[in-house]
């Protein structure tokens, strides 16, 4: 029998325990959409799980190791393995539009560029739920005036709910990680069209948190925003004290007052 040797540029650590698989599998809710895409299933600890469910289960891995090892072994992925970078790759080629879940024990070193593709795809994805890093899955599930409350955390909540599930031991992988783990979920919000400019608001975001610090009038000091606007209360706050909703509502605020 076959394995992958986990391949540390890759960031794999391939999961070893199928009870921990199967709660991952378990935390989709399948409602919505018919097809899943699972990043990264390495030698298909997960995947396993999945074709059990009442959908259609695709895989996007880079290793090909492991989809020789997947083609292998796991006959009912016949034509449903991209041997591809899911960080470049465009998922319409196979979903042409329509709905998917994305799930994964997701490699740490691009997780969280997994987070933010999701976030592109949002209008196909109406839930997403994985593994990553703990104080990673932490920081995208943690509310206004946390430490870690940052850039993730309200980009992310501003299109979905995000839900920390359960924490993920070190020892059941092959090889252990130096931290635990953590397991998330976002389910997309009914209503996630933004009443301001996606675009804007993520240079709101990001240009506040460069400087968390700092009150949001230091922070935003490089978008040369009008006096009077500059006048809101909102400004004495910083960045980790605003909420997702306060966020928007300054976004909207900046947008009109836009000379």
């Given amino acids: 029998m076959m394995t992958v040797k986990a391949k540390k540029h890759l960031g794999q650590h391939f999961l070893k325990d199928e009870s921990v698989a199967k709660n991952i599998a378990d935390t989709l809710n399948l409602v919505g959409y018919e097809n899943v ?3 990264g299933p390495g030698m298909g600890v997960l995947t396993k799980y999945l074709l059990e469910k009442p959908v259609t289960t695709y895989v996007v891995e880079i290793d090909t190791e492991s989809v020789d090892y997947l083609n292998e072994n796991y006959p009912k992925l016949k034509d449903k393995i991209i041997a591809k970078d899911f960080l470049k790759y465009n998922i319409n080629e196979i979903f042409e539009g329509k709905q998917f879940a994305i799930i994964g ?3 740490y070193n691009i997780s969280t560029q997994i987070v933010f593709r999701t976030l592109e795809y949002r209008s196909q994805i109406p839930e997403f739920s994985g593994m990553f890093q703990k104080e990673v899955a932490e920081r995208i599930c943690s509310k206004k005036g946390s430490k870690v409350y940052g850039i993730l955390s309200v980009l992310a909540q501003a299109f979905y709910d995000a839900e920390y599930l359960f924490t ?3 020892n059941v992988f092959n090889p252990p990680p130096k931290v635990k783990s953590g397991v998330l979920r976002l389910r997309r919000k ?3 069209e933004l009443p301001c400019s996606e675009k804007l608001l993520f240079t709101v975001v990001k240009t506040a ?5 700092k009150t949001m009038r230091n922070s935003l000091k490089t978008l040369n925003l009008p006096d009077n606007l500059r006048e809101d209360t909102i400004f004495d706050l910083r960045p980790e004290q605003l909420s997702v909703e306060q966020f928007i509502e300054l976004t909207q605020k900046i947008e009109a007052n836009a000379v």
């Fill in 37 to 39: 895409l699972e990043i």
């Fill in 105 to 107: 024990n997701f490699p």
């Fill in 168 to 170: 993920v031991d070190e």
């Fill in 190 to 192: 009914e209503n996630y």
């Fill in 209 to 213: 948190f460069q400087q968390r610090r």
